[in-house]
């Protein structure tokens, strides 16, 4: 049986919109006591854009952040579900977004077969 060793370097790029009003420093304290590590509103974008990365965006509810407002790159906003509900304005997270500029498009795949 042969075996390989492969390599997949990807680069998405992500904008993420936080509101310092309700983000604040007593905000995200509060928030990494019980999910990531996050001083300020900066490490709170990068573990959402993290995870955003690891599951998708299309992926929906999102642990440590509920449903975030999603848009695609010409300004859209990409639509979640609950079942085959569509989730209501009122069920994501106030004061994050995230627009996805370019997500899942460019690879680069470097591989060796293991002796």
């Not at 998405?12 to 509060?30: A, G, H, P, Q, R």
């Not at 965006?57 to 639509?79: A, H, L, M, N, W």
């Amino acid at each position: 049986m042969k075996k390989f060793k492969i390599e997949v370097i990807r680069t998405d790029f992500y904008e993420v919109e936080v509101d310092e009003n309700i983000w604040t420093k007593e905000e995200l304290k509060k928030w990494s006591n019980v999910f990531y590590p996050a001083e300020n509103q900066k490490e709170l974008a990068e573990n959402l854009a993290n995870s955003i990365m690891r599951l998708g965006s299309d992926y929906g509810f999102i642990e440590g952040f509920g449903y975030v407002k999603t848009f695609r790159c010409d300004g859209s906003q990409r639509k979640h579900f609950e079942g085959l509900k569509e989730v209501p304005d009122d069920k994501y997270t106030n004061g994050i977004s995230i627009k996805i500029i370019n997500e899942n498009d460019d690879y680069e795949i470097n591989s060796y077969e293991v002796k």
